[in-house]
């Protein structure tokens, strides 16, 4: 992946290493061998993105079936995550991308003058390879129909 290119199929996912709801760090590389959903939404407790953690939830254990993992990535902090998570009982791992320095390092571009940034999920295959990737700022909840399609078909 090129300097300032977002990050395609065919791409490995580069190494990302964040703090997750509990306040420890998670590095994905680490998972490599695991089919992965990798989604970023803009904030925690909106409606949108409210809706797809939940639609992740609901169909967590379609993912889990197939030996998926999903991370969910915002910029909200360890504490905003973990009240999250349990507000909205998800039973997958949110990470924190303070600055959105990976959001940006994968080049995913923010929405509306620059204001709200992007949701974006990539799927990736137990190799570390980007297999899809789907974009919609307020579609939330096909992000969690694309993945799960792609991941039923790995």
Do not use: W
């Amino acid at each position: 992946m090129a300097k300032n290119q977002s990050l395609a199929i065919g791409d490995a996912l580069p190494a990302i290493r964040l703090k997750n709801q509990d306040n420890e760090f998670v590095q994905l590389e680490d998972y490599k061998g695991t089919p992965m959903v990798v989604y970023f939404y803009p904030k925690n407790n909106t409606s949108g993105c409210t809706a797809e953690a939940c639609s992740f939830r609901d169909q967590f254990e379609d993912f889990k079936d197939t030996g998926a993992l999903v991370f969910g990535i915002s910029a909200d902090s360890p504490t905003s995550h973990k009240a999250f998570q349990k507000k909205h009982r998800l039973p997958f791992t949110l990470l924190s991308d303070k600055g959105n320095v990976v959001r940006k390092q994968l080049g995913i571009k923010s929405n509306l003058l620059g204001l709200l940034p992007g949701r974006v999920t990539f799927v990736i295959d137990k190799s570390g390879v980007v297999q899809h990737t789907f974009s919609s700022q307020f579609d939330a909840k096909k992000h969690v129909k694309e993945a799960l399609k792609v991941i039923q078909s790995m």
